[in-house]
């Protein structure tokens, strides 16, 4: 498939609501920042997509039209690859009852990015758990905008939901995909902001831009290097720490910094903390020694699964797995017991 990074279990090849969001995730601030750039230097804006708040910022004299066509950009990968949308391609497989549904190529290769996770993690990242991750809510508030007490699926409706759960039964033919199993639903959200933001950096690219920063509610991807020359300062935040409490500063260039953890969507029940990163084995938020995770590599995509599937794999196998993919270049674990571990050349600085 054109573009596209293959993921086998050696590894990857090198080819290859919202306020409380914006508190929440890990990679909140960006360093070294613009306070001094003349007007013309730098354009940047802010809109609500993806169910979280999206930054572009380009430095450098750009039209500020392109930012209109990075966010619309960004608006078409969500219409076809939100699960809630009505109409969007994996709404349609969801509900084509075990029927071929012909898609979008770019929802073809998400779902196939996907499928070699299932692979490499011998499906601890699934992406067929739709039934299971639409049993949990967390949010804050129902469709009406009326708070309401969180709750804990049944164990009969899990069960029912599990049974359907299995990357294997994901079929493609050509343009098609079909579920062998009609009940199935699969879920993209683990790993579609980290190809969106790609595609993003990819389009600014070849429209000349040589600078940029984008930050989709928290997974940064950025474009070279700051307009001085110097890398980009992306900021690790403590999980579940106190506003601007930082674990220290990564400097990057043409990279990511994506990160998951239990600190994101969650609530509690009876002194007992339930997220939204869920363990395709059991239907129930994961139980590792992982809080949260931090990947830096040169695919958003990439990054966004392995730092997906550490928190939801524990810290041993965490490790394994990141030495075997080329496009990550570094990965910080924060540990239940509030120890930090870091892997490979990119390490937190300050």
């Known amino acids: 498939m054109n573009g596209r990074r293959g993921i086998t279990k050696q590894g990857l090849t090198r080819e290859s609501v919202l306020t409380i969001v914006l508190l929440s995730i890990i990679v909140v601030t960006i360093l070294g920042g613009c306070a001094n750039r003349q007007a013309g230097e730098r354009i940047s804006d802010t809109r609500l997509l993806l169910d979280t708040f999206v930054t572009i910022t380009i430095h450098g004299d750009s039209d500020p039209g392109l930012l209109d066509e990075a966010f619309a950009l960004c608006e078409e990968y969500e219409a076809l690859l939100s699960i809630t949308r009505e109409g969007s391609d994996v709404w349609r497989i969801n509900h084509a009852e075990g029927e071929p549904v012909s898609v979008d190529p770019n929802t073809l290769e998400v779902i196939m990015y996907g499928l070699d996770f299932g692979e490499f993690t011998d499906g601890m990242f699934d992406i ?188 041993e196998r965490a490790r394994v797995m990141f030495e075997q993919v080329p496009e990550a270049v570094g990965m910080v674990l924060v540990l239940e017991n509030g120890e930090l571990l870091q892997f490979g050349n990119v390490r937190l600085v300050d």
């Open 128 to 315: 067929t758990i739709g039934r299971v991750s639409r049993l949990w809510d967390f949010s804050s508030v129902g469709d009406t905008g009326v708070p309401y007490a969180p709750k804990i699926p049944s164990d009969a409706d899990l069960e029912a939901a599990l049974f359907t759960v299995d990357y294997r039964q994901v079929l493609i033919s050509g343009n098609t995909v079909q579920l062998a199993d009609p009940e199935a639903w699969i879920d993209l959200g683990a790993i579609a902001k980290g190809y969106i933001g790609d595609r993003i950096a990819g389009f600014l690219v070849e429209r000349g831009v040589s600078n940029a920063l984008i930050n989709l509610g928290g997974d940064v991807v950025v474009v070279g290097n700051r307009q001085d020359g110097n890398p980009w300062r992306i900021a690790l935040q403590k999980p579940l720490g106190n506003e601007g409490e930082r674990l220290g500063v990564f400097e990057i260039s043409d990279a990511s910094v994506i990160s998951s953890g239990i600190y994101e969507r969650r609530f509690e029940i009876d002194g007992v903390l339930y997220h939204h990163i869920l363990d395709p084995n059991t239907g129930m938020p994961s139980n590792s020694d992982v809080v949260s995770a931090t990947v830096i590599a040169s695919s958003a995509v990439i990054g966004e699964g392995l730092s997906t599937t550490a928190v939801l794999t524990g810290s």
